[in-house]
């Protein structure tokens, strides 16, 4: 048991909710409290993260970079399981009546409780998970029965994407949404050592990392690079299975120019292979602000994305677009053709990264909007807290809520009307 100090008490105290725990180790909601629960606790705050432990026995706490863990054994690893542990979670949470923070809405249901102690709860609504096709019609329905839900027991919501906030105020009034993004690190040097592990060149080949399914547009990618010989490589990153027809389907696209080295999860190897790749192909369809694409950006890749109001506002004018396997042709192309211009590309996706989604901006304005519902303005009261002032982020989450940034908006608004020059077929119409 981690015992609370009298300092302790006398700091604002937030419990994160609605992840498997830290570190970090199942996707990107935990790789968000990864850097925001040691990023608060070196502000003033104490942080308590909820871990979903397997097996059985007593909940036990520890201390992780300073963040309060609180370990909740719940049996197996199962989706029951696991929304055990959510209610367990908030159970424990309600106790104390701190500031909660929820990340993802699957079991928002459950808030209800803390509705009903009265305990200050912020959801951050994730994508429109309920309109994925990979779920079954039980499964999507769970997820919009959740998030309407969480739209109405969460006392504020967080939006990472303008087009999520689009999505949630036909459901709540606009000033119950913040929008705050997802974040990136800029990286600049990388060791060349896990790319040429691959049998890769630096500078000589392309990437897509994406798990394998329709939505994300992986077999669109691959047919269209391997319509011709390119003279680079495609490295398609994640798990292929025998017994997965889609799976077999994107395989049997390839040609022999495109590599599958499988799932690679160690973020320094996923680094390198990034930032000493020409670009990066990005096929989702669905979803806000998504984190590979961020870190694509921030790594200087230049950018194939597939052609939606997610991924314009995320990569604007730094990005080719495609609807098709046709399209990504013609796009792969024209990037291949034109060095010049896809240095440019690099050179402006690393500045869009560090003008409006670097981690230090994001989690400025989390700081500063759950310091709002925690009723201590004060904690904000530090040397670097005129700097964020004039972020945009902290701008944004200060005043109505309204998008993260006007200038972000007004780039993307132009890049709904100016694409980059690139050879494509005539036939727009979107592959379903």
């Given at each position: 048991m981690v015992g609370a100090s009298t300092h302790d008490e006398a700091k604002p105290h937030l419990r994160i909710l609605g992840i498997r725990g830290l570190p970090a180790n199942h996707g990107g909601f935990e790789?968000?409290?990864?850097?925001?629960?040691?990023?608060?606790?070196?502000?003033g705050w104490k942080?308590?993260?909820?871990?979903?432990?397997?097996?059985?026995?007593?909940?036990?706490?520890?201390?992780?970079?300073?963040?309060?863990?609180?370990?909740?054994?719940?049996?197996?690893?199962?989706?029951?399981?696991?929304?055990?542990?959510?209610?367990?979670?908030?159970?424990?949470?309600?106790?104390?009546?701190?500031?909660?923070?929820?990340?993802?809405y699957n079991t928002a249901g459950f808030c209800a409780w803390l509705r009903l102690k009265g305990v200050p709860n912020l959801i951050n609504m994730d994508g429109i998970e309920w309109k994925r096709a990979k779920w079954s019609r039980a499964a999507?329905?769970?997820?919009?029965?959740?998030?309407?839900?969480?739209?109405?027991?969460?006392?504020?919501?967080?939006?990472?994407?303008?087009?999520?906030?689009?999505?949630?105020?036909?459901r709540v009034?606009?000033?119950?949404?913040?929008?705050?993004?997802?974040?990136?690190?800029?990286?600049?040097?990388a060791p060349v050592e896990p790319v040429r592990l691959l049998g890769l060149?630096?500078?000589?080949?392309?990437?897509?990392?994406?798990?394998?399914?329709?939505?994300?547009?992986l077999l669109e990618i691959v047919q269209g690079f391997s319509a011709r010989p390119r003279g680079v490589k495609l490295v398609v990153l994640g798990k292929y299975h025998a017994d997965q027809p889609y799976h077999q389907a994107v395989k049997a696209a390839a040609s022999a120019e495109v590599l599958f080295p499988g799932a690679i999860y160690?973020?320094?190897?996923?680094?390198?292979?990034?930032?000493?790749?020409?670009?990066?192909?990005?096929?989702?369809?669905?979803?806000?602000?998504?984190?590979?694409?961020?870190?694509?950006?921030?790594?200087?890749?230049?950018?194939?994305?597939?052609?939606?109001?997610?991924n314009r506002w995320v990569a604007g004018r730094c990005a080719r677009y495609f609807r098709s396997a046709q399209e990504a042709?013609?796009?792969?192309?024209?990037?291949?053709?034109d060095p010049s211009a896809t240095a440019t590309q690099r050179e402006a996706a690393a500045e869009r990264v560090q003008a409006d989604f670097?981690?230090?901006?994001?989690?400025?304005?989390?700081?500063?909007?759950?310091?709002?519902?925690?009723?201590?303005?004060?904690?904000?009261q530090s040397s670097d807290d005129f700097a964020l002032a004039g972020s945009t982020a902290t701008a944004t989450a200060t005043a109505t809520a309204t998008g993260w940034s006007t200038s972000t908006e007004a780039r993307a608004a132009e890049a709904e009307t100016a694409r980059p020059q690139q050879a494509l077929p005539t036939d727009h119409a979107p592959m379903r």
């Open positions: 790789t968000f409290a990864e850097h925001l629960a040691p990023y608060l606790v070196e502000h942080v308590t993260v909820y871990c979903q432990e397997t097996g059985d026995g007593p909940v036990r706490e520890d201390l992780w970079r300073g963040v309060h863990r609180v370990h909740i054994p719940c049996g197996a690893d199962t989706p029951l399981r696991s929304m055990l542990f959510d209610w367990r979670s908030i159970v424990h949470a309600a106790r104390s009546r701190d500031l909660c923070l929820t990340l993802g999507r329905a769970w997820f919009w029965l959740n998030e309407r839900l969480g739209c109405w027991l969460g006392d504020h919501l967080i939006a990472d994407h303008p087009e999520i906030k689009k999505h949630l105020v036909t009034r606009p000033d119950k949404v913040s929008v705050i993004p997802y974040g990136a690190p800029l990286i600049t040097e060149q630096p500078g000589h080949y392309l990437t897509v990392i994406a798990r394998a399914e329709p939505e994300n547009s160690d973020p320094h190897s996923i680094g390198a292979l990034r930032r000493h790749g020409i670009a990066y192909l990005h096929g989702h369809q669905v979803g806000g602000t998504n984190p590979s694409l961020l870190e694509a950006m921030g790594a200087g890749n230049a950018v194939i994305a597939r052609d939606n109001a997610f042709d013609g796009a792969i192309t024209a990037l291949l053709a670097t981690w230090s901006s994001v989690l400025g304005a989390y700081r500063m909007l759950l310091a709002q519902w925690a009723g201590r303005p004060s904690v904000l």
